[in-house]
């Protein structure tokens, strides 16, 4: 995300086509800051009627020109390519990112500039409601720290933990997070928001991993990747599907359930019934158990810490996690065929020596065409599911929601 100046927009002028001139707007909304170039491409018009209109809106104030792009957003060659983004004064978005003790809280606004960011702690295990309650209060205080009238406000986005069926709309039974089984996300933050604030607000709800993964794509370590697989390693193991450059969220929205791929029948109990899931072996409370006769007490962040310390020992004690998400990383190689693996949550926080891992194990269990998939760690750290969840208002905008990035 990039910063950029606040100017009023003024009325359309005549003449401009409302049908490419509605999907400028709303390609840039979803996207953020594009070429002329990038524009036609994407809209399958002619770069000279998209220049047309794009000088059209510059001189409405519907748009800001930018100049050429920022460094790394495109090839070195040729002459730099000037971009143009949606004036920030056309609206915000606010994503709130449900973690299993805290809520993070981010506004952006439709030029894809971040300004403001909050983190609340809830607690261990903490209600539905309650964390309901503190997002209404965190959308509001935002817009107050930011200094943007909740007219602006375009919508609000949800991460949440644990399986969605996004065919009701609720939260689905799960052990890692009991009190939100059946809680319908949507209309119960609805209801807070138009409590606190002057008229209601559209509220998108979806998991933690996916919208994690659109933040990536967007912003982070997936920027370009058409087919790609998405793993939050956490203390549950979530993943997300891109092909074609749209999210797959499946029938009812549990695409992505990458945790509880089974790899050993004889393995582990799961919490969810099953043996040998990833999750027995790679979710954060497993790891932790496994290295228990190496100290007591032991946390992710000394972990963490150590193996990034270059320390032989803790490094090798990240194998067996890390070559069994290799091994299903490589099952879910042959069954999507993917161009991009990208690796977040906290267990990503260890870095290359995990990353090794898995691609050894990767290459174990894959076939020869898939062993070379890039593989990549997220970018974006903590806020890469409110992040996502920003993403996610922005390219709705009353139409399915895709991820044809660049």
Not at 225 to 252: C, M, N, P, Q, T
Not at 343 to 354: M, T
């Amino acid at each position: 995300m990039t910063s950029g100046a606040t100017v009023t927009p003024r009325g359309p002028a005549g003449g401009a086509r409302p049908d490419t001139r509605r999907r400028i707007i709303g390609l840039l909304r979803a996207r953020g800051p594009m070429s002329r170039a990038e524009l036609a491409t994407g809209l399958g018009v002619a770069k000279s009627t998209v220049s047309t209109l794009v000088g059209r809106l510059v001189e409405e104030g519907v748009l800001l020109d930018q100049g050429p792009a920022p460094s790394g957003r495109h090839p070195a060659r040729g002459r730099p390519r000037s971009t143009v983004t949606l004036n920030p004064a056309m609206g915000t978005a606010v994503g709130l990112d449900f973690g299993f003790r805290h809520l993070r809280a981010v506004i952006a606004d439709v030029s894809h500039t971040t300004l403001a960011q909050t983190v609340v702690d809830l607690g261990v295990d903490y209600h539905a409601a309650e964390g309901l309650d503190a997002a209404a209060e965190a959308t509001a205080t935002l817009l107050e720290t930011a200094g943007r009238p909740v007219s602006g406000l375009l919508g609000v986005g949800a991460a949440v933990i644990g399986p969605m069926d996004l065919s009701r709309g609720v939260v689905t039974r799960s052990s890692m997070v009991p009190r939100w089984d059946g809680v319908a996300v949507a209309g119960e933050l609805g209801d807070r928001l138009a409590a606190r604030l002057p008229h209601p607000v559209p509220v998108t709800v979806d998991n933690d991993a996916t919208c994690a993964a659109y933040g990536e794509l967007l912003w982070g370590a997936a920027q370009g990747a058409r087919e790609l697989l998405y793993l939050k390693l956490h203390s549950g193991i979530g993943g997300a599907v891109i092909s074609g450059g749209e999210l797959r969220r499946g029938a009812r929205g549990a695409a992505g359930e990458f945790g509880h791929l089974s790899l050993d029948p004889a393995g582990p109990l799961c919490r969810c019934g099953s043996r040998g899931c990833l999750e027995t072996y790679a979710g954060i409370p497993a790891v932790l158990a496994s290295l228990a006769p190496m100290g007591p007490d032991l946390t992710i962040a000394t972990l963490i810490e150590r193996v990034r310390s270059g320390d032989p020992v803790w490094i090798r004690a990240l194998a067996e996690p890390g070559r069994r998400i290799g091994q299903a990383a490589g099952m879910l190689c042959n069954a999507f065929n993917p161009d991009r693996i990208v690796i977040g949550g906290r267990l990503a926080d260890a870095g290359r020596p995990l990353l090794d891992e898995i691609a050894a194990g990767l290459r174990g269990f894959s076939l020869p065409l898939n062993a070379g998939v890039r593989l990549d760690l997220g970018t974006l750290g903590p806020a890469a599911s409110a992040l996502g969840a920003v993403g996610l208002v922005l390219a709705t905008d009353g139409r399915p929601v895709t991820a044809n990035h660049r």
